[in-house]
């Protein structure tokens, strides 16, 4: 469900992007340092923003470094990383074992089974250094999950949505009582998970059609403006989202975050209008 929020490269200055790049490359770097390469492979887009983010909030020092990996041999790029890509890196693991548990209690997935005895052992470490992430995480899904159970005509988008807004929240939870703009933080992530997991249902449903799979926007797609009705829903998340970014006090990256915020969640929509979809006919 994570890989909707990325940066929108055509709309993005060199110097920020090459920026964004280094603080993705620290958070593939710091990942490999404490969970090896089943850390690495669960990098992700959505964490870098989340660093990038907290760092903005946060002062803290920085480490830089220009250095060959395996994706880079043939030259040197720069790694630039922090405390919170480490909390981020952690937060990877937990979501990563917290999904493949997920798919084995739903499906008995031989595959979700491997690599829950994959990440078990990093997994606990982080589940006891951050119990109070770990919990919400995994009431926010079990909430999710049941929700879903329940909502098989998939009309209850927006009780969904929430549930994994929760589990946003959850993440960026990095100082909670510390923080002084906790308030606006959290309305941030709220509004953003809700957004992606909307995006993902959205991006989904022709296939969750064809395959009678669950889709929470399969009721809206019964009608001729499925279109509207789902850009409508997603739009007004990600208002809510742009709202309480803006009272946040980001300076540092403030072009990248806005980069990400106003138009890069919306690249895979954009991807999906470019391309097309079937004319809906008013019936599944």
Same mark, same amino acid.
């Not at 060199?14 to 492979?41: A, Q």
């Given at each position: ?5 990325? @940066? ?14 280094? /603080? ?33 909030? /946060? ?8 250095r060959r990996c395996i994706m880079h041999p043939g030259r040197k790029h720069r790694e630039i990383s922090c405390a919170v890509t480490e909390y981020a890196a952690d937060m990877n693991i937990l979501l990563t074992y917290a999904h493949f548990a997920d798919d ?9 089974? +491997? ?8 997994? @606990? ?14 009431? *926010? @899904? ?19 949505? +929430? ?17 002084? !703009? ?6 941030? *992530?709220?509004? @953003?998970?809700? !957004?992606? /997991?909307?995006?993902? *249902? ?35 998340? +990600? ?46």
């Open positions: 469900m994570f890989g909707y929020v990325q @940066l929108r490269k055509a709309e993005c200055k060199i110097k920020d992007y090459d920026k964004y790049k280094s /603080y993705y490359c620290g958070l593939c770097r710091v990942l490999n340092e404490r969970f090896g390469t089943t850390g690495r492979i669960t990098l992700t887009y959505d964490m870098t923003f989340l660093v990038l983010l907290l760092d903005s909030l /946060y002062e803290g020092d920085h480490r830089i470094e220009k084995m209690k739903d499906e008995g997935d031989k595959k979700a089974g +491997a690599m829950l005895r994959l990440y078990r052992k990093d997994f @606990l470490k982080v589940k006891k250094k951050y119990p109070y992430q770990y919990k919400k995480i995994i009431r *926010a @899904l079990k909430e999710l999950d049941e929700t879903e159970k329940k909502d098989s005509d998939g009309r209850e988008i927006k009780k969904s949505a +929430a549930s994994f807004g929760k589990l946003m929240m959850a993440l960026f939870s990095y100082r909670r009582k510390a923080e002084p !703009f906790l308030h606006e933080l959290m309305g941030m *992530a709220y509004h @953003l998970g809700c !957004f992606i /997991y909307i995006m993902d *249902a959205y991006d989904d449903i022709e296939e969750d059609v064809k395959k009678s799979s669950y889709n929470p926007l399969k009721s809206l797609y019964n009608s001729k403006d499925f279109e509207e009705k789902a850009y409508e829903l997603m739009y007004d998340e +990600a208002a809510k989202c742009a709202w309480y970014y803006e009272k946040l006090p980001c300076t540092e990256h403030r072009d990248i975050l806005g980069n990400i915020i106003y138009a890069g969640i919306w690249n895979r929509y954009d991807r999906i209008q470019k391309e097309g979809r079937k004319k809906h006919e008013g019936c599944i």
